[in-house]
């Protein structure tokens, strides 16, 4: 059981290039989370999709895309890369009726 | 607005002693938290949760412990031992438009000496 795959796993991109960041877990989980981490913020929520077929904003969305290709995919869309952009990202599932979430192993993305 | 704040960036314990990690939120409507362990170069992973209507849960040798009226909650660890060393981070669920996100504080390293 992989539980959530993230890919890759590291990125390097120049300012302006665009990249996707895969997510997939096969856990059945109705509900996906694109969060990035930064010294001294913590986890902060991009973009979330309660359920299959809807996405909506975190906390911090602007740069950012997302798509929920199926139950078992959710993918994060940097279009226009930034410097700021660079951070540790980690995608999260979980099932309607829990509170916890499972992460996968994180997508560490340098932008010069 | 921070809503989740864990104000202590670092804690260093020395193995066989407490270690104990704080966490304060703002907003009153959260009704579940949870605390997350990260290890470098691994995804968090779940420890330890409390419902809103407890104000103790314990998991050998880890308790969370809830003082709603303070909107403060702490993790215990003991013994704490060396492999106990990692990044802990608080969340919290709850509030109005509530669809199971969850919010993080800044976390906690902890370094556990031998």
């Known amino acids: 059981n992989a539980g959530v795959t993230q890919t890759p796993k590291f990125q390097v991109l120049k300012t302006g290039q665009s990249m996707t960041l895969q997510c997939a877990q096969d856990?059945?989980?109705?509900?996906m989370y694109w969060y990035r981490q930064d010294p001294g913020m913590g986890l902060r929520l991009i973009y979330y999709?309660?359920?299959?077929?809807?996405?909506d904003k975190g906390e911090v969305p602007n740069g950012y895309n997302v798509s929920r290709l199926n139950k078992r995919e959710f993918s994060l869309r940097l279009e226009s890369a930034a410097p700021s952009q660079t951070s540790v990202y980690f995608c999260?599932?979980?099932?309607?009726?829990?509170?916890?979430?499972?992460f996968g192993s994180g997508t560490r993305l340098t932008v010069v | 607005d921070q809503q989740v704040k864990q104000n202590s960036p670092s804690l260093s314990v020395q193995e066989g002693r407490i270690s104990i990690l704080n966490c304060d939120y703002t907003?009153?409507?959260?009704?579940?938290f949870l605390w997350y362990k990260k290890y470098p170069a691994e995804g968090p992973t779940f420890l330890i949760s409390?419902?809103?209507?407890?104000d103790k849960n314990e998991d050998g040798r880890f308790t969370v412990f809830l003082n709603k009226s303070a909107k403060h909650l702490s993790l215990h660890i003991v013994p704490s031992q060396p492999g106990d060393s990692a990044v802990y981070f608080c969340?919290?669920?709850?509030?109005?438009?509530?669809?199971?996100?969850?919010?993080f504080g800044q976390g906690t390293t902890l370094q556990v000496k031998p």
């Open positions: 969340a919290a669920s709850g509030g109005s438009g509530n669809t199971g996100k969850l919010i």
């Open positions: 999709s309660a359920s299959e077929g809807t996405t």
């Open positions: 999260a599932s979980k099932e309607v009726y829990n509170y916890g979430y499972t």
């Open positions: 907003n009153s409507m959260f009704d579940y």
């Open positions: 856990m059945n989980h109705n509900s």
């Open positions: 409390i419902s809103s209507i407890k």
